[in-house]
């Protein structure tokens, strides 16, 4: 059947209806580890299945260039290392300090949901990878620079978990202000939103490098489970500190911003663009 031209919009409503129903139910359910894993991870799965739709059966444009190869080890080396650097570096330094304290001994719960952080998330990471770099990214950068495709769906990526940090957001203000107003609670939710969002455009730009000038979905999957992972490990064990409480955000911005502004992102999609009518 004839290839049909790819609609961002029509892209979202489907992947979003699909998805976003299990964010919602991760919000309004219980609040415990296995029910935000089970809920998060499958609507990170239906990005995937909302996209394999969309390439087979709706605009019928396929995945040719979402980069089936695995890739040099140079990049394999960053996937692993960068979120090393972001989370684990930090952790290490607060530990160091006495920010934050091993420890004993690991439960039964807390090794198991640890073996889930770093390698079943996997599976809901490349739903996500193959959606959001290795299918709608290349399509965007068709229909408006590269760069600037790269910062919008840096900002789609963001308001996709929308359901689920807004909610959190708006009740973390709700505890840090009591007392205050309604108008008051919500400014500080937009604000502290706004903040997540730049944060996250420049976090996209680190993973759409790394897709990108890998030409592997292989290794952006390997990206995105390390750094959930990672992240993940470290709340579930020793918690956050301090030091990382900053460093975190502050390496994020650098990198990304390095590698937004300085990548030829024209040159490096290319390969990715090429294959689309």
Same mark, same amino acid.
């Given at each position: ?10 892209? &979202? ?6 998805? !976003? ?23 990170? %799965? ?21 980069? /089936? ?10 996937? %692993? ?13 607060? +530990?160091?300090?006495?920010? &934050?304290?091993?420890?004993?001994? =690991? ?5 198991? !949901?640890?073996?889930? $952080? ?13 959606? !959001? ?19 919008? #769906? ?5 308001? /996709? #978990? ?12 709700? $505890? ?19 903040? *997540?969002?730049?944060?996250?455009? &420049? ?6 490098? +790394? ?5 592997? %979905?292989?290794?952006?999957?390997? =990206? #995105? ?8 490990? &470290? ?15 502050? =390496?994020?911005?650098?990198?990304? $911003?390095?590698?937004? /502004?300085?990548?030829? !992102?024209?040159?490096? +999609? *290319?390969?990715?663009?090429? #294959?689309?009518?």
């Amino acid at each position: 059947m004839p290839e049909r031209p790819f609609k961002l919009p029509m892209y &979202l409503l489907i992947v979003c209806s699909l998805s !976003w129903p299990f964010q919602i139910v991760s919000v309004l359910g219980p609040n415990t580890i296995a029910w935000a894993c089970i809920f998060n991870s499958l609507s990170m %799965i239906m990005v995937g299945v909302g996209t394999f739709i969309c390439g087979k059966y709706v605009f019928r444009d396929g995945f040719v260039g979402a980069g /089936w190869r695995w890739g040099s080890s140079k990049y394999w080396f960053a996937a %692993i290392g960068i979120p090393a650097l972001l989370w684990i570096v930090p952790a290490l330094l607060d +530990l160091s300090f006495g920010n &934050l304290h091993l420890p004993n001994a =690991l439960t039964a719960s807390q090794t198991a !949901w640890v073996f889930d $952080a770093l390698f079943v998330t996997l599976i809901p990471a490349f739903g996500e990878e193959i959606g !959001w770099r290795g299918y709608m990214l290349p399509r965007m950068a068709r229909v408006m620079s590269p760069r600037k495709a790269v910062i919008w #769906h840096g900002v789609i990526w963001y308001l /996709w #978990h929308m359901p689920l940090v807004g909610y959190a957001v708006f009740t973390a203000m709700q $505890a840090a202000f009591p007392g205050s107003g309604l108008p008051a609670i919500l400014l500080a939710t937009a604000g502290a939103l706004a903040a *997540g969002c730049v944060l996250v455009v &420049l976090d996209s730009a680190i993973f759409a490098r +790394l897709w990108a000038g890998s030409g592997s %979905i292989a290794i952006a999957t390997v =990206l #995105h489970a390390t750094y959930d992972g990672f992240r993940d490990s &470290l709340s579930i064990t020793v918690g956050s500190g301090p030091i990382g409480a900053v460093c975190t955000p502050v =390496l994020t911005i650098l990198i990304g $911003a390095y590698l937004l /502004w300085k990548t030829d !992102w024209g040159k490096l +999609l *290319g390969n990715c663009m090429s #294959h689309l009518k």
